[in-house]
């Protein structure tokens, strides 16, 4: 029975002729990594600044409550009661939605800051990469011409 020949210095000797920088690897998943930090960081602030509001606005609501559920005198007294309370719940309403399109507002344009930022990075990163590349094969393609003679 023959005997299956063992290409391991083959392959060894073909991956050594092919660089391969993990450098770029490792400075695009760090890249990547902050720029996730970045998001999330926007996205945990929008969802605390969102909380507050909505705490805020349900407690504005039990304030005004209180004043339509205390005892009337008169049987009037309750429809101009229930009256101010849906017209100042309008008006808190109309508030808080407008805070709550600020943080959206922010969110949005934070957003947009990051992956543009993200896009210029990854350009330069790529850039250099190529031209890391490049400056690697034209030293290895040197360097065979020069063998070759």
């Known amino acids: 029975m023959t005997k299956a020949p063992d290409f391991t210095k083959v392959m060894q000797d073909m991956m050594a002729s092919f660089p391969v920088d ?3 690897f490792q400075n695009a998943f760090k890249t990547q990594a902050a720029f996730g930090e970045k998001l999330t960081k926007v996205a945990l602030d929008a969802a605390e600044k969102s909380t507050e509001i909505s705490s805020k606005w349900a407690k504005d609501a039990l304030a ?10 008169e ?18 309403a109309s508030e808080h939605m407008a805070a709550f399109a600020e ?20 350009s330069n990163e790529a ?10 094969v034209a030293a290895v393609a040197k360097k065979a011409a ?3 003679k």
């Open 103 to 122: 943080v959206a507002k922010k969110v949005q344009m934070d957003t947009v800051e990051l992956m543009l930022a993200a896009g210029k990075t990854a």
């Open 64 to 73: 005004k409550l209180s004043a339509v559920a205390t005892a009337k005198a």
């Open 75 to 92: 049987p009037a007294d309750y429809t101009k009661a229930a009256t101010d309370f849906a017209s100042s719940t309008a008006e808190i």
């Open 22 to 24: 993990a450098s770029a």
């Open 127 to 136: 850039s250099a990469a190529v031209k890391k590349a490049t400056d690697d």
């Open 146 to 148: 020069a063998a070759a």
